[in-house]
């Protein structure tokens, strides 16, 4: 198969449309990207690899870690997990606390903010070094050693935590976070923000 005509032609549809959204102001550092970066890369079972655009270039994975947190940690406490975050949409923002006030501090799931942050306390439990071990486990699963944290990104996001450390405050208010609430959060900033490198 031709996977580099492939990821050419859907360049070139991608590009017919015009660019939608707002690049995020909640985190200054993230404002700084330009919406016009673009870029596919496929890597094949095989190890051959593809890319268009700019699939050269590091970037911040955002919210896309949440699934990975989530693996890890179904690893260590498999269907006991869902004690403490369901698995149903949410319905409402990502980072709502009239929603997670509602569900009495059990989140609808883990891939909104405060799912999240309960996934990060259970990591942080579950963890020797979790900044260090997680890393270790993103490495591992994507066979890239270069993938690392973006301290920018994530020294960002800590200046700007105060939803997000309203929603942690909470899930504590209701018992369903077990470590130091700035301990989880650190945590949460630096696993949130990876970068990824495809050289």
Not at 115 to 121: K, L, M, P, T
Request: hydrophobic share 40%; with cysteine; aromatic share 10%.
């Amino acid at each position: 198969m031709d996977y580099a005509s492939i990821l050419r032609e859907i360049q070139e549809e991608s590009n017919a449309f015009p660019i939608k959204g707002n690049v995020t102001t909640t985190i200054p550092e993230l404002a700084k990207v330009s919406p016009n970066k673009f870029g596919i890369h496929l890597t094949t079972i095989d190890g051959d690899d593809f890319g268009v655009g700019d699939s050269d270039e590091k970037f911040s994975i955002q919210s896309i870690s949440k699934a990975l947190t989530v693996a890890l940690a179904f690893s260590f406490w498999d269907e006991r997990i869902w004690e403490r975050v369901g698995v149903e949409p949410s319905g409402t923002a990502f980072n709502s606390l009239i929603q997670l006030e509602h569900e009495k501090g059990i989140p609808r799931n883990p891939f909104i903010n405060a799912g999240a942050i309960v996934i990060a306390d259970i990591l942080v439990s579950c963890l020797k070094n979790p900044k260090e071990d997680f890393l270790a486990f993103i490495r591992l699963i994507s066979g890239s050693p270069a993938i690392d944290y973006n301290l920018d990104v994530a020294q960002s996001e800590k200046d700007t935590r105060f939803r997000n450390a309203a929603l942690a405050n909470f899930l504590k208010s209701f018992g369903n976070i077990e470590n130091d609430v700035d301990t989880v959060l650190v945590f949460l900033f630096s696993s949130m923000f990876h970068r990824n490198d495809l050289q």
